[in-house]
């Protein structure tokens, strides 16, 4: 098993599978990671903690579904990035789990090096990338670095962390046209099997978040999106 004088970081399985539970635990771990395993929605709402850096999750346990639990998690504003693990492999099975939150699907039976390349990137992608950075302010609109935040004026509108990436790449240059493939390169370029769709499902539910301010993020159709400060 790696070590480390810094602290591990935490990552939480959910599958009512005892067995793949021990699998995923065990590789986990040996890749340098500080395994938690329950086996239901309802123990993983009660075990998260906020120093959780990922969530794997199941989608079909008893009681508490993953969507749900999802759903649940992101209602109450909770960031912390999910990985879903299913056995539900159709495209729109992928859709609604992008769409209740999550940001990353893996379809069972799965490879064990897959998985641990995906919880690296997602985490990767939570860790880096905004340290040390200037907010961005655009009149009312404050895109905070350091507390990887969105506000506007003074509400903070609750993002996921891949939603608030979305808003971080929109925003480089004002105005410009982003193209879904440039998006998807930019943001999941190391998850394979990410659509077109992923990233509509995900603007969509960013601008829901937004409110009245949807209008700061606009699709030309055929183009792309981009950040218009101005909403128009």
Not at 81 to 109: Q, R, W
Not at 168 to 188: A, F, G, K, Q, T
Request: charged letters at 30%; proline letters at 5%; aromatic letters at 6%.
């Amino acid at each position: 098993m790696k070590s480390s004088t810094q602290s591990l970081p935490k990552l939480l399985v959910a599958d009512d599978e005892p067995v793949i539970c021990e699998i995923l635990a065990f590789n986990l771990a040996n890749e340098g990671y500080d395994v938690t395993c329950v086996h239901s929605a309802e123990e993983a709402l009660q075990a998260l903690l906020p120093d959780h850096a990922l969530l794997l999750l199941d989608v079909m346990m008893g009681g508490m579904s993953g969507y749900r639990l999802a759903e649940t998690l992101r209602q109450r504003n909770n960031p912390i990035p999910i990985i879903f693990l299913t056995a539900k492999d159709t495209e729109n099975d992928m859709l609604t789990g992008f769409s209740v939150g999550g940001d990353d699907y893996i379809s069972k039976p799965f490879s064990i090096k897959e998985v641990l390349a995906r919880v690296k990137a997602v985490v990767k992608r939570s860790d880096t990338g905004v340290a040390g950075r200037s907010n961005r302010v655009f009149d009312d609109i404050v895109i905070d670095f350091a507390l990887k935040e969105l506000r506007i004026g003074r509400r903070p509108v609750p993002l996921t962390r891949t939603e608030f990436e979305l808003v971080v790449l929109l925003s480089e240059n004002p105005d410009r046209i982003y193209s879904r493939d440039e998006i998807i390169d930019r943001i999941w370029k190391e998850t394979p099997y990410i659509t077109e769709r992923t990233v509509d499902v995900h603007i969509a539910r960013l601008r829901k978040k937004l409110g009245a301010r949807a209008t700061i993020i606009s699709n030309r159709t055929g183009f792309g999106y981009r950040f218009s400060p101005s909403g128009e």
